[in-house]
């Protein structure tokens, strides 16, 4: 979902900001997700499945974020 996020953020983007700034709040997100706060909590596991979402989606976004803007580019 993120990665189709990014892509209709930057087809509707004016600036080339928009795109980096979805990119940035999505590893800031995943960063807080996979850390643990004050009551010991965690939204994503350092499990086998939680380091796929994270190198998955991670790797996801980054190519998505360089595909648009090569288009953007042209």
Known sequence: MVPAVIHFLARGAISRLEPIVGVVVWFVVAYIASTER?????????????????????????????????KRSR
């Open 38 to 70: 004050n009551g010991n909590e965690i939204l994503v596991q350092g499990d086998t499945n939680g380091n796929a979402l994270l190198v998955g989606t991670s790797a996801l976004v980054i190519l998505v974020f360089i595909s648009v803007m090569n």
